[in-house]
Structure formats: C-alpha cells, structure tokens
C-alpha cells in the first residue's frame, strides 16, 4: 500500500494538500506517482498571484506512461509555485510529500476540510483498486 502521511489532506484523483493556517500546499500522492511511473516532465501553468478554482486544472504531469492534468483541491489565490519542478521533474519520483510540492494557495482556512483523511483516502484506494 502506498504512503499515505495522518498530516495531509487528499482528494481522489491523488493530489495531497498540507493547510498551515489558510496557506494550502499541493502535490501529487504517491499512490499518483506509482501508477505514473518515471516522471518526464512538470509543466504548472499557473503564476504566483493567479485565483484558481478548485476543481481547474493548474498545469500537467507526463510520465513514461501517460499525460495528466493536475487539478486544484481548494480555491485560492497562488502564492508560490515550485520552479525547481520544471528542470528536476524527477522530484516527484523521489520526495512526492517534500520538494516535489507543485503549488501553494492561499486559501480560506478549513477550506481543505471537506477533502479525504488518511483514513478516507485509503478506502478510496482500497476500493478502487484493480
């Protein structure tokens, strides 16, 4: 089973976010980066000072295996975006929870309430697994 950190919030297309007081971190799982495979490339389309939605997409992830869109969990205004993803996409494969965040928001606090617990987006695995 995947590593799933008691301290983040997920949603259930496997992105995770970490809420330190309305400021809203976001990466991918890795549960996420297990099914990608090798990432090739991280292409965020969003700059600091952007409102995003949740829900829209904020850029992509290629892998060996497939193109994905990565979508907001929470919405918010953009307040730094992790350049160093652009020319080390392979941070993802190595420390999906840590350097590999993709975008921090800043979001209204408790807004990451309503997304899965550990506990909850372990079910979700559970049940979707194949």
Not at 10 to 16: A, I, K, L, M, V
Not at 75 to 80: I, M, P
């Amino acid at each position: 089973m995947s590593n799933v950190p008691d301290s983040l919030r997920y949603t259930s297309d496997h992105e995770w976010t970490k809420d330190e007081g309305g400021r809203v971190t976001v990466g991918i799982t890795a549960f996420a980066v297990e099914q990608l495979g090798d990432i090739t490339l991280v292409n965020i389309d969003v700059k600091v000072g952007d409102d995003l939605e949740a829900g829209k997409a904020f850029g992509t992830i290629e892998s060996v295996k497939t193109l994905s869109d990565l979508f907001a969990p929470v919405s918010g205004k953009v307040v730094a975006v992790n350049a160093d993803l652009e020319s080390k996409p392979e941070l993802v494969n190595e420390d999906c929870y840590g350097k590999a965040w993709m975008i921090t928001l800043d979001a209204a606090p408790g807004s990451t309430s309503a997304l899965l617990d550990a506990a909850a987006y372990n079910a979700h695995l559970k049940a979707t697994a194949h």
